[in-house]
């Protein structure tokens, strides 16, 4: 698919730019994550077990801020997947823990490594210290989101 020619008027705008930059980059990443049989969502349940470790399933949604109907559905696709294992937690049974597999350790990998390759080739125009500039920029533009302070200012 071309990349559409804004107007300048368009491109004056933030807000429009990086929404445009973030769909681009999302078509970009599912096509690539599609490759290995996996969507974004699946890429961050496996990053969340990744860094967590075994960990409960509503708790799981909460931290990705998934409802937890759609926690169950995600779960057992990747259950079904052979991705992720769900038992029931032996401190209170009526909760599942999740806990990643072998398998999805390696799909995470995969999917990590084809982010970094997308990643590498959106910054080229960028030299390593504008690179660092970026990250640190939109770490802080993510933190401003989170903390509720973009919706108080509006």
Request: glycine fraction near 6%; aromatic fraction near 6%; hydrophobic fraction near 45%.
């Amino acid at each position: 698919m071309a990349t559409p020619c804004f107007s300048q008027s368009l491109l004056d705008m933030d807000v429009f730019v990086l929404s445009n930059l973030a769909l681009a980059l999302r078509r970009r990443m599912a096509e690539r994550f599609a490759e290995l049989g996996a969507n974004r969502w699946d890429v961050a349940v496996l990053a969340v077990l990744t860094d967590h470790g075994p960990t409960v399933q509503r708790a799981l949604g909460t931290l990705l801020g998934v409802d937890p109907s759609d926690m169950v559905d995600m779960a057992e696709r990747l259950v079904a997947a052979g991705w992720v294992e769900r038992e029931r937690d032996p401190s209170d049974r009526r909760r599942y823990l999740l806990s990643v597999t072998p398998e999805g350790r390696e799909v995470f990998e995969r999917a990590r490594r084809e982010e970094a390759r997308l990643s590498e080739a959106l910054l080229a125009p960028l030299d390593e210290e504008d690179r660092e500039r970026w990250r640190s920029l939109l770490r802080l533009l993510h933190g401003h989101l989170r903390s509720g302070d973009l919706d108080a200012r509006l």
